[in-house]
């Protein structure tokens, strides 16, 4: 079945240091998705990637789909302590199925 | 801003018991979803629902798991006979558009314990 793999598991950072996580499909995507995890909370929604090769960007954040619309990464830019929490990426399955990556959980230090 | 409720927010069961995990989505989403996240694990689907009907399930969803939408407002969860391994964090969400295309809202989640 579809397999949706992040690299790294874990990162520990500081405090303003840059943070970059990859995520990885086993079959090709229609669209990528990425969300948000606060310790202790729900994933929330951060943003969709469509096309192939697609950039977006919020704020420090910048989210890259690749070529091949099989990988993904969110590179965030001098990091703060807002920060922390697991990323997801997601790649929906079929019609109705969104599929979740492993995940990458960050934490800053100040 | 419009936001997926779930109750309860903590539910500790004996085990072989059942449950049922309430969701009210957002009211003018038409497709609703289970996730289950064990503790520090990734999040995991169960269960797709549109136009009261299952539309997917994964193959953790098995006969232990039903979902209904009981009215207009309420999606619930339910699990028979529970397990110790059915302990997990219990996210419910809602998108209005298929495959949550445009991102899907989830609920704040019920944790489960089986004990």
């Known amino acids: 079945g579809q397999q949706v793999m992040q690299i790294p598991q874990y990162q520990h950072v500081q405090e303003g240091e840059d943070f970059t996580t990859y995520c990885n499909s086993s079959t090709t995507l229609s669209n990528i998705q990425w969300y948000k995890q606060r310790p202790g909370g729900h994933p929330v929604f951060l943003i969709q990637?469509?096309?192939?090769?697609e950039v977006k960007k919020q704020k420090r954040l910048t989210f890259q789909f690749g070529e091949a619309k099989k990988n993904s990464s969110l590179h965030i830019t001098a990091t703060q302590t807002t920060d922390v929490g697991t990323y997801f990426c997601?790649?929906?399955?079929?019609?109705?199925?969104?599929?979740f990556g492993t995940g990458t959980r960050l934490q800053v230090f100040p | 801003e419009p936001e997926v409720t779930q109750t309860p927010s903590h539910q500790v069961t004996q085990m072989g018991q059942e449950v049922i995990l309430r969701c009210v989505p957002i009211?003018?989403?038409?497709?609703f979803y289970w996730y289950r996240q064990i503790l520090g694990q990734k999040v995991e689907f169960l269960v797709s629902?549109?136009?009261?009907?299952?539309?997917?399930k994964s193959e953790i969803f098995d006969d232990q798991f039903s979902v209904e939408r009981p009215d207009g407002s309420n999606f619930t969860l339910k699990i028979r006979s529970t397990k110790l391994e059915d302990s997990a964090m219990y996210f419910c969400?809602?998108?209005?558009?298929?495959?949550?295309?445009?991102?899907?809202?989830f609920g704040q989640g019920t944790r489960l314990t089986v004990v």
């Open positions: 969400a809602s998108t209005d558009n298929r495959g949550g295309i445009a991102g899907a809202f």
């Open positions: 009211s003018n989403h038409l497709y």
């Open positions: 990637l469509v096309k192939s090769g």
């Open positions: 997601a790649g929906p399955r079929n019609t109705d199925k969104l599929i």
């Open positions: 629902f549109y136009n009261n009907e299952i539309s997917e």
